[in-house]
T-cell receptor, first 111, second 116 residues
Framework: GQNIDQPTEMTATEGAIVQINCTYQ??????LFWYQQHAGEAPTFLSY????GLEEKGRFSSFLSRSKGYSYLLLKELQMKDSASYLC????????????FGAGTRLFVKA | GEEVAQTPKHLVRGEGQKAKLYCAPI?????VFWYQQVLKNEFKFLIS????????ETGMPKERFSAKCLPNSPCSLEIQATKLEDSAVYFC??????????????FGQGTRLTVV
């Protein structure tokens, strides 16, 4: 089976830093994705990790530890427009490289 | 095209009616994925295609759901005899590879299906 767990909701203040965690269990790990989805819109790609470590892209960074089945998305200098859902997704080569999504974390950024 | 185009944007069907959704992948992309997004942002994988061939259909409820990707036509997802629980947003995504080199899938805007 494949389980992806992430918090349901988080709240943070404008200008602050927030870390969204994701844990997963998979039989054939082949990459982890983070997507951002604003309400009523399509998800947009944020990051991809397949090796352990930190990938940085502007205000967003994503970390992966394959041995722990753990990733996090780090958002710095939060802006109001960062209020959205953040979806952790894992690709499994044991399942035809299918990408399975977690339930998402709703982030609320307050002034 | 340069984006994944899904039609219609909204679809309302009475219980028991048929629903058909369309997806035109990005030109040059050979992989197409269908996802069903229900409450709380949970995505459920339905089916994927490599060109016109089914790549993975382990997520499809086979009794009422079917999908096709024919050459020179948009891909389609059809639901026969819709039920209330089929109400969801259906997303289509495409990518140029489906295997290890695939680092990004591009999503369409989705079709919101409401079954009443």
């Amino acid at each position: 089976g494949q389980n992806i767990d992430q918090p349901t909701e988080m709240t943070a203040t404008e200008g602050a830093i927030v870390q969204i965690n994701c844990t997963y269990q998979t039989s054939g790990f082949n990459g982890l994705f983070w997507y951002q989805q604003h309400a009523g819109e399509a998800p947009t790609f944020l990051s991809y990790n397949v090796l352990d470590g930190l990938e940085e892209k502007g205000r967003f960074s994503s970390f992966l530890s394959r041995s722990k089945g753990y990733s996090y998305l780090l958002l710095k200098e939060l802006q109001m427009k960062d209020s959205a859902s953040y979806l952790c997704a894992v690709r499994d080569r044991a399942r035809g490289f299918k990408t399975i999504f977690g339930a998402g974390t709703r982030l609320f950024v307050k002034a | 095209g340069e984006e994944v185009a899904q039609t219609p944007k909204h679809l309302v069907r009475g219980e028991g009616q048929k629903a058909k959704l369309y997806c035109a992948p990005i030109k040059g992309h050979s992989y197409v994925f269908w996802y069903q997004q229900v409450l709380k942002n949970e995505f459920k994988f339905l089916i994927s295609f490599q060109n016109e061939n089914v790549f993975d259909e382990t997520g499809m409820p086979k009794e009422r759901f079917s999908a096709k990707c024919l050459p020179n036509s948009p891909c389609s997802l059809e639901i026969q005899a819709t039920k209330l629980e089929d109400s969801a947003v259906y997303f289509c995504a495409s990518s140029d590879t489906g295997g290890p080199l695939n680092t990004e899938a591009f999503f369409g805007q989705g079709t919101r299906l409401t079954v009443v």
